[in-house]
């Protein structure tokens, strides 16, 4: 399976986050589902991660 990536800068918030994370898009969606619930304060939601799986994008090169 193709490797994704999801970066928080691309979505302000409060935190100022700026974690990169890449891996294939299941365990991707895991991880960045319990990211967002434990250091963003979202509810997790089947919407919520409809709405993280839409945001994956291509790693960036070497990652």
């Given amino acids: 399976m193709a490797r994704k990536a999801t970066d928080?800068?691309?979505t302000p918030s409060v935190s100022g986050c700026s974690l990169y994370m890449a891996g294939e898009e299941?365990?991707?969606v895991r991880?960045?589902?319990q990211?967002?619930?434990t250091?963003?304060?979202h509810q997790d939601?089947?919407?919520l991660?409809?709405?993280i799986r839409a945001s994956l994008k291509?790693?960036?090169p070497g990652t």
């Fill in 39 to 41: 250091v963003h304060e």
């Fill in 8 to 10: 928080c800068r691309d």
């Fill in 49 to 51: 991660r409809e709405e």
């Fill in 35 to 37: 990211h967002v619930v």
């Fill in 45 to 47: 939601s089947p919407e």
């Fill in 58 to 60: 291509d790693p960036l």
């Fill in 26 to 28: 299941e365990e991707l």
């Fill in 31 to 33: 991880a960045a589902v």
